[in-house]
C-alpha cells in the first residue's frame, strides 16, 4: 500500500519520469532504485517518498547520470 501510495505521488510530479524508479517497501521503510537525471530529481523523489503517510524512513538508492556503454 505505501509502494503504491509513493508512485502514485512520483507519477503526479511531471519533472520525474516515474517509470525510471521502481518502488518497494517493508515496515514502513521504502527503498527507490533506479536512474534520474540529477541529483536535483534525486532528492525530490526522496523527500516525496519521506512525506507520505506511513513511511518510517527511505533508502534512496537512485543513481544520477545517464548508462554508458
Not at 512520483?10 to 527507490?32: E, H, M, P, R, Y
Request: glycine share 10%.
Amino acid at each position: 500500500m505505501i509502494s503504491s501510495k509513493v508512485k502514485v505521488k512520483l507519477i503526479a510530479n511531471s519533472d520525474i519520469k516515474a517509470g525510471d524508479i521502481d518502488v518497494s517497501s517493508s515496515q514502513g521503510v521504502v527503498t527507490l532504485i533506479g536512474r534520474v537525471s540529477s541529483e536535483r530529481i534525486k532528492r525530490e523523489a526522496g523527500r516525496i517518498a519521506r512525506d507520505t503517510d506511513g513511511v518510517k524512513g527511505v533508502h534512496n538508492e537512485l543513481l544520477v547520470g545517464t548508462m554508458k556503454y
